[in-house]
Structure formats: C-alpha cells, structure tokens
C-alpha cells in the first residue's frame, strides 16, 4: 500500500487514501490511547 502511495503521488495522481480516511484512522486511533490512559470507553464520533 505504501508502494501505491508514493506511486501516485510521484507521478501526479490522485492519493489511493482520501483525506477523510486519514483523518478517522488518525482520529480514531487518538481516541483510543485516550481510552486506555483514562481507562474508560470513549465516543469516537
């Protein structure tokens, strides 16, 4: 995956990952280090 990545980025296209998808794995994984450092369950959304 990271492969397709750096090729579409090389040669100008579009990313395989949206923007949106980033942001939600990002969030999400955020989400639950705070968890587990608070020890409770967390809304992601």
Do not use: N
């Amino acid at each position: 995956m990271l492969s397709t990545f750096l090729d579409a980025i090389r040669q100008g296209e579009p990313s395989p990952i949206s923007f949106e998808e980033i942001y939600y794995v990002t969030l999400t994984t955020f989400k639950i280090i705070e968890s587990i450092k608070a020890k409770k369950i967390l809304t992601i959304i």
